[in-house]
């Protein structure tokens, strides 16, 4: 059983950064894959990037590769998603997920899911 919480969303404008974190109970997480993944409203829920669990591999939307990077740090049991360039279309809710499938987009291969932080871009 893996337990996540995200942090790190709040209220910027466009053009600027946010780094967001997610923080894992228990002790396997290492041997996870992490994703994150983001829900405007109105809108279906969306990947947004993935990482290996050791943190070699990466993958990312094609809407938001170049500007955001994805990272973790087993020791904490923690992984980030730096945003950077950030646009009013990046608003939404985003979500971290762990799963033990590798390094994918689809929602269905992962098995733990947080509650999710609010990213505001305004213009």
């Known amino acids: 059983q893996v337990q996540l919480v995200e942090s790190g969303g709040g209220l910027v404008q466009a053009g600027g950064s946010l780094r967001l974190s997610c923080a894992a109970s228990?002790?396997?997480?290492?041997?996870?894959?992490m994703g994150w993944f983001r829900q405007a409203p109105g809108k279906e829920r969306e990947f947004v990037a993935a990482i290996s669990w050791g943190g070699r591999s990466t993958y990312y939307a094609d809407s938001v590769r170049g500007r955001f990077t994805s990272s973790r740090d087993n020791a904490k049991n923690t992984v980030y998603l730096q945003m950077n360039s950030l646009k009013p279309e990046d608003t939404a809710v985003y979500y971290c997920a762990a799963g033990s499938r590798g390094v994918v987009a689809a929602q269905g291969r992962y098995d733990y899911w947080g509650q999710g932080t609010q990213v505001t871009v305004s213009s």
């Open positions: 228990g002790h396997t997480f290492s041997s996870y894959a």
